[in-house]
């Protein structure tokens, strides 16, 4: 279905000549770096017996926006610490256990371009793959301090019952958009939200700025959801290096679907929930075909740019300087990005 959708993907979800995987984290590539090997480290006791499993989550760990995040916060903060390194480590290790968790949910096959866990080693060992991954993050969370303990543990519960709301709301075809933004403000906006808290803080920055940045990174993370939603939608599958349609087969409504189905005329509307809840043949189209009739793949962008707007505006509490340059420019990444 992904594919049968790519059509339409240069005037849904592209920008011209924009290249995010060029995004430039050099202010902080050595932190990344020292934030990779604390991850590292910590997974290096169970290499004897998992080795092939441990290795393979390299795979998994592409884009490091979330410690990116943090450690940028951090240096455009002023002050840049080894405990945010611990603290870039943490966050990236809960991310990971969140997406080797949603393959299981998906039953997705591919994650950039490279089979799941779930694909090679099955559901039982990814679930307590994840689970050991998000131990080992609060385990090191507790050698930085409480309050960072206390951020942490309560963003990975939003996250957590963001996805529990996402799978008990599968099948209902009247969710609606109030619903959707409670969903993606945990699953998504709750862990970015908290690298920008994080990095403000443990950088010696006021509780004012810090909730500022923290603003920041929740509409940045709500910005990247719904283009994550488009892409789920529209998407190129060879581009994008994961299993694509999947929001649909398993009748997780997105936001364009949602505009789509309460714009159209209550017979249309009636009829298109009837064929995503039957599924089969020729259901992407019908949905692609009611999607452009409404224009929902155009609004749903308009509200992932609006939420890109709010979150650079955010931003002028800060000095100007690279690393603030970069967090602007990650608003607009987030919505024009094609993986």
Not at 53 to 73: C, F, M, N, Q, V
Not at 220 to 248: S, W
Request: glycine share 8%; charged share 25%.
């Amino acid at each position: 279905m992904g594919a049968a959708m790519a059509t339409v993907l240069p005037s849904a979800t592209s920008g011209a000549g924009f290249k995010p995987h060029t995004m430039p984290f050099a202010p902080v590539a050595a932190d990344i770096a020292e934030a990779d090997r604390i991850f590292d480290r910590t997974l290096a006791p169970y290499k004897s017996p998992f080795g092939a499993l441990i290795e393979h989550l390299r795979h998994y760990r592409g884009k490091r926006l979330r410690p990116a995040l943090l450690l940028l916060t951090a240096k455009a903060c002023g002050k840049l610490t080894v405990t945010h390194h611990t603290l870039a480590a943490a966050v990236e290790m809960i991310h990971t256990a969140t997406l080797v968790h949603d393959d299981v949910l998906d039953e997705a096959e591919l994650r950039r371009h490279i089979p799941t866990v779930n694909a090679g080693w099955g559901n039982k060992v990814s679930i307590l793959l994840g689970d050991m991954l998000f131990t080992h993050a609060f385990h090191l969370t507790s050698t930085v301090d409480g309050r960072a303990c206390n951020i942490i543990g309560e963003a990975t519960n939003r996250v957590c019952a963001g996805e529990l709301r996402q799978v008990t709301e599968r099948g209902n075809l009247e969710l609606t958009e109030s619903d959707y933004f409670a969903i993606i403000d945990g699953k998504t906006a709750a862990l970015t939200e908290c690298c920008g808290r994080l990095g403000a803080l443990d950088s010696g920055a006021s509780e004012e700025v810090a909730t500022k940045l923290a603003n920041f990174g929740r509409n940045l993370g709500l910005a990247f959801q719904i283009a994550d939603d488009l892409l789920d939608l529209v998407g190129n599958e060879e581009l994008a290096g994961k299993t694509l349609g999947t929001d649909l087969e398993q009748q997780k409504l997105t936001l364009p679907v949602i505009h789509s189905l309460h714009r159209l005329p209550a017979t249309e509307s009636a009829q298109l929930r009837n064929s995503i809840r039957t599924g089969g043949e020729g259901v992407g189209l019908r949905v692609l075909h009611a999607l452009e009739k409404t224009q929902s793949l155009a609004y749903a962008k308009r509200k992932a740019e609006e939420f890109a707007r709010a979150a650079r505006q955010e931003l002028d509490c800060l000095q100007r300087s690279d690393c603030r340059t970069i967090l602007e420019s990650l608003t607009e990444w987030s919505v024009r990005r094609e993986k």
